[in-house]
């Protein structure tokens, strides 16, 4: 079993599947956390939105549409609920290895390998 579905296990003991994420999310440098519009809960990098959370249940990220149209093929995420034909991705939480996937979007969002030659 990989380290973070151990500590997604745990973690759910203690927090919400929100705090879980806001809270590994958070601690990457230069990440904020604010409201959304919307009222969930939004992580950013500077200017850049990487996602928000619709309680402990559903996240919305941004993506170009090449990198969204690559998640949704591999079932890594799916069409945004609302906006299904932009770049935007949302993910059902339900199991412990949804909040591991959820943290790796979140990861790749923060990384942005396609901004380099090193994206293939």
Do not use: C
């Not at 990989?2 to 230069?30: C, D, F, H, K, L």
């Not at 409201?35 to 990098?45: A, D, I, P, S, T």
């Not at 609920?81 to 909040?99: E, F």
């Amino acid at each position: 079993m990989s380290e973070s579905i151990q500590q997604a296990e745990s973690i759910q003991q203690t927090e919400s599947i929100q705090q879980a994420i806001v809270r590994q999310v958070s601690a990457w440098p230069g990440v904020t956390v604010g409201l959304n519009q919307f009222g969930g809960v939004e992580l950013r990098f500077g200017r850049r939105e990487l996602g928000h959370l619709h309680g402990n249940v559903l996240v919305d990220l941004p993506f170009p549409l090449l990198i969204r149209e690559q998640l949704v093929a591999a079932g890594k995420a799916e069409p945004h609920h609302v906006h299904p034909d932009s770049g935007w991705v949302s993910v059902l939480i339900r199991t412990d290895a949804d909040l591991e996937r959820v943290i790796e979007l979140f990861r790749l969002n923060y990384d942005r390998p396609w901004a380099t030659s090193q994206w293939r």
